[in-house]
């Protein structure tokens, strides 16, 4: 007999997404298993992106002391859009009343793993998920091999997928590992992290003639920046000093503070979405359900906002005996999904050169972001979605 843990939620990824479900589902009473198949020390030194829109922030907030983005991430009140040698502000306060934040999605991490083991959460490091089955049933099952390679499952009322973009769980939700609407870019970002001290107040999103850039920023002494490159670049394509030219040749008005470039990597662009989200007792969230392409950093706010509308159907459903919540997931999840995709690929157009770019192309580019910049609607349109929608509108 395979050994079987039985539980009320099991969640399979313990990223942002699994891990704030289960802290809502605790708060409501519901006790929730968690697995992961990476180490708790991978989890938490993955470099991800860093920008969290308000609504986040605010649900992190009933994490009490553990969230640190008050205290030790940093509020932006706006971004700067650079392109034909001239930067301008976008001010998120006076266009649309709201901020983000600057706090790594690894410190997200921390705090929550923090948080969860301290309220005595079953968090598991390094089992991994092989198969969810029987969704159709009100015991759907999640087959599973713990760190020592034994098998067992896990059997719950609901199962949720969490598990990122290569998805164990999303088969039993739509039929296959990969089933949904997908797209590629023709092109990738070189990111690189530094030990240097910032080169901007605010993060510089810069449409060049040599294609985007993107400075951001990790602490008083560590910076993110990105520029644009072929997806099949090898990072060990670069020294240091050229790596440092292609970014300021690409911010041309503003010096670059350089300093030893510690960590490099290529982040490939995809968008995607799961033709389904919902199969009778299992849903997806997060990566799971999605991917964005990185430039609206909407990644991990997107999968906070799927859970936040998870974490009131199930609520509902397992509290109440009310399933009508769950029903309407996939649809009111979908309206900001896709807003989200929009805006991703949006801010990707927008700031990219395409490798088949004509001079039309570029001039049209040109006049988009005159347009958005020139108006008070184009630059609220970008702060609106840039800060998030409000996470209760679906
Ligand atoms: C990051 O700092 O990693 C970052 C910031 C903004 C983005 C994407 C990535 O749009």
């Known amino acids: ?145 713990d760190a020592e390679g034994q098998p067992f499952e896990i059997e719950a009322e609901f199962v949720v997928g969490s598990d990122g973009s290569r998805s164990v769980a999303r088969a039993a939700v739509t039929g296959s590992s990969t089933g949904g609407y997908f797209r590629e870019y023709p092109f990738a970002w070189f990111g690189i992290l530094c030990e240097a001290p910032p080169s901007a107040d605010e993060l510089i999103y810069s449409n060049s003639p040599d294609g985007f ?76 359900a999605h991917t964005v392409p990185p430039t609206g950093a909407k990644g991990m706010n997107l999968a906070v906002a799927d859970v936040r509308l998870l974490a009131d159907a199930l609520r509902a459903l397992l509290l109440d005996g009310d399933a009508r919540p769950l029903e309407t997931y996939p649809e009111r999840a979908l309206r900001r999904i896709w807003k989200a995709q929009h805006f991703s690929w949006w801010m990707t157009s927008l700031l990219h050169v395409a490798p088949d770019a004509t001079d039309f192309d570029r001039r049209r580019q040109l006049g988009e972001l005159r347009g958005v910049v020139e108006s008070r609607h184009g630059q609220a349109y970008l702060a609106e979605a840039y800060c998030g929608w409000p996470l209760t509108s679906g």
Not at 38 to 50: K, L, M, N, V, Y
Not at 62 to 74: E, F, I, K, N, Q
Not at 94 to 116: C, F, N, T
Not at 230 to 242: K, L
Request: proline share 4%; with cysteine; net charge neutral.
């Open 213 to 288: 850039a993107l400075i951001s920023q990790r602490s008083a002494t560590v910076q993110r920046m990105y520029f644009q490159c072929d997806p099949g670049t090898d990072t060990a394509a670069y020294s240091e000093a050229q790596l440092w030219d292609e970014l300021q040749k690409r911010v041309p008005g503003t010096t670059l503070k350089e300093g030893p470039i510690f960590q490099r990597d290529v982040l490939r662009f995809r968008s995607f979405v799961a033709h389904e989200l919902l199969r009778g007792r299992v849903a997806l969230v997060g990566d799971a």
């Open 1 to 145: 007999m395979t050994p079987t843990v039985r539980t009320r939620v099991a969640i399979v990824g313990a990223g942002p997404a699994g891990l704030l479900l289960s802290h809502l589902l605790d708060a409501a009473g519901i006790p929730s298993v968690v697995i992961d198949q990476r180490s708790r020390d991978e989890i938490e030194s993955t470099i991800r992106a860093g920008i969290l829109e308000q609504g986040t922030v605010e649900l992190l907030d009933t994490l009490g002391d553990a969230s640190r983005v008050r205290t030790v991430g940093h509020r932006h009140d706006g971004i700067e859009l650079r392109f034909a040698g001239e930067g301008h502000r976008i001010d998120f306060p006076s266009l649309v009343g709201r901020s983000v934040w600057l706090y790594p999605q690894h410190e997200v991490l921390k705090d929550l793993i923090a948080a969860r083991l301290a309220a005595g959460q079953d968090l598991r490091f390094g089992v991994t998920a092989e198969n969810v089955v029987d969704a159709e049933t009100d015991r759907p099952r999640v087959i599973a091999r």
